[in-house]
């Protein structure tokens, strides 16, 4: 299939239009780079709260998440159909790319007091895996620090429901906090992130 991508759409129309589906059809990888542009920022910095900024990931994670959105173990509508056809060779294209790039702590607001007290629950619950609050570069987990905000509560949200695959230890780690600074622990934490530009 690798091959096809470098033809014309309409010989491929042509030629499978008819057992393909159209979203099947590999895309030029500069086309499918400016799809995950609109949301995810060109650079993979993103503007909108809610999408992450991947921008700096490491290819281990990168490929990671992508195996994830893939084969059901993380839940995405809005992923889901961007990311389902991708090949294995366009998922390492998509991993360089972005991996050169720098990844830009969010400018968002942040209450300095709360985030006083998350620091020091993540240092209790979370740095054991999360180093450095998980600050870009080597970490392959996911960013932490500079990460939007809204993003995360999700994302915490959706390992808590069980929709997300993850360690086991790290759900024990989230219960347990809860468990001594209830769900306003959980937002302490993430201003602390918030509060890490
Ligand atoms: C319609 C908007 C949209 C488009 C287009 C889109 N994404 Fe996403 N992306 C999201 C959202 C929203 C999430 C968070 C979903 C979740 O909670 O799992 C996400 C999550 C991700 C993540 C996981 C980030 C993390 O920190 O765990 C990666 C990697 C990613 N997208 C890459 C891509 C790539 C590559 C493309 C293009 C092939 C793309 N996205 C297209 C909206 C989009
Ligand atoms: C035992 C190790 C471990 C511990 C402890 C842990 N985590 Fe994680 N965390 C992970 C792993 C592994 C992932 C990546 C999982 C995935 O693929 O979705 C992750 C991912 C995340 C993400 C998603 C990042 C993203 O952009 O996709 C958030 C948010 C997060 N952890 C928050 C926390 C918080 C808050 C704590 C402390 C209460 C914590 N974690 C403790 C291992 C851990």
Not at 22 to 39: N, R, W
Request: aromatic residues 10%.
């Amino acid at each position: 299939m690798e091959n096809f991508k470098w033809l014309n759409t309409s010989i491929l129309i042509t030629v499978l239009g008819t057992i393909t589906p159209l979203s099947a059809i590999a895309e030029d990888i500069e086309s499918v780079k400016a799809k995950c542009g609109m949301c995810h920022g060109p650079d993979g910095n993103s503007p909108n709260s809610s999408i992450p900024s991947i921008a700096g990931m490491t290819k281990e994670f990168f490929a990671h998440t992508m195996d994830a959105y893939q084969n059901n173990g993380r839940p995405s509508d809005l992923m889901k159909p961007y990311v389902h056809y991708l090949s294995q060779e366009d998922i390492s294209q998509l991993a360089e790319f972005y991996a050169k790039q720098t990844f830009k702590p969010v400018k968002q607001e942040y209450d300095p007091a709360r985030a006083k007290k998350g620091e020091a629950l993540h240092n209790k619950y979370c740095e054991k895996c999360h180093e450095n609050a998980g600050k870009i570069t080597e970490n392959n987990f996911g960013f932490l620090a500079g990460q939007w905000m809204p993003y995360l509560r999700q994302s915490i949200q959706d390992y808590l429901d069980k929709k997300r695959r993850v360690n086991p230890m790290m759900i024990t780690k989230l219960e347990k906090l809860q468990q001594e600074a209830g769900k306003d622990g959980l937002d302490d934490v993430l201003h602390y992130y918030a509060s890490l530009q």
